[in-house]
């Protein structure tokens, strides 16, 4: 079983349109959750870091579940610029700044 | 934006040549990563470092080796190219003291005909 796990999508879109998607982590230990953006062909960058509380960076929410093991990402009012694939990302709890990715969510957003 | 450089940014070469991918980066950070990435598929951690001198194998068994002579200098060396090695890699950069977030490089296209 992988340890993070993501469905591959695609989620399309409409511009204007809200999209969310889950991933599931499988080590219960872990502390440190992500998401990064990955463009086709080019270096994933860190969206947002993902706080127990859940938190929010303009049209983007993350909240964590640590009773089920998934985060989520919530993108409102979505932009053609937002088609990307999203890495859901967590640490692994016993080995110090070692990160486990998932394989992304692709989201295409059509005008 | 994050300054880490990798180079080449695409090569193409023959089966059995030995090429060293480079990467650098201007931060001090600490800690330095190399990554296999297929098209489509996961990140797969190869190589890492905490810090000059150190240097671990990560969870994807790869024949390639790495140096960390110096802290802003993390450079991947395959002996003997074959065709499996062909594949997107990336270097990422990480802060020592607690913060897990890793800045990547552009990465480096390898094909291996």
């Known amino acids: 079983r992988k340890e993070v796990e993501q469905d591959p999508g695609p989620f399309n879109v409409p511009e204007g349109a809200t999209v969310a998607f889950n991933c599931t982590y499988s080590n219960s230990a872990s502390q440190s959750f992500f998401w990064y953006r990955q463009d086709c062909r080019k270096e994933p960058k860190l969206l947002m870091s993902?706080?127990?509380s859940g938190n929010e960076d303009g049209r983007f929410t993350a909240q964590l579940n640590r009773a089920s093991q998934y985060i989520s990402l919530l993108i409102r009012d979505s932009k053609l610029s937002d088609s990307a694939t999203y890495l859901c990302v967590v640490n692994e709890a016993d080995s110090w700044g070692k990160l486990q990715f998932g394989a992304g969510t692709q989201v295409v957003v059509t005008p | 934006e994050a300054d880490i450089y990798q180079t080449p940014r695409y090569l193409v070469i023959g089966t059995g040549k030995k090429i060293t991918l480079e990467c650098s980066q201007t931060m001090g950070h600490d800690k330095m990563y190399w990554y296999q990435q297929d098209p489509g598929m996961e990140l797969h951690l190869i190589h890492y470092s905490y810090g000059v001198n150190s240097t671990e194998k990560g969870d994807l068994s790869s024949e390639s080796t790495v140096s960390r002579i110096r802290t802003e200098h993390f450079p991947l060396t395959l002996e003997s190219a074959r065709p499996s090695h062909t594949s997107q890699y990336l270097c990422?950069?990480?802060?020592?003291?607690?913060?897990?977030?890793?800045?990547f490089g552009p990465g480096t296209r390898l094909l291996v005909l």
């Open positions: 990422a950069s990480s802060p020592r003291i607690s913060q897990e977030t890793q800045y």
């Open positions: 993902v706080y127990s």
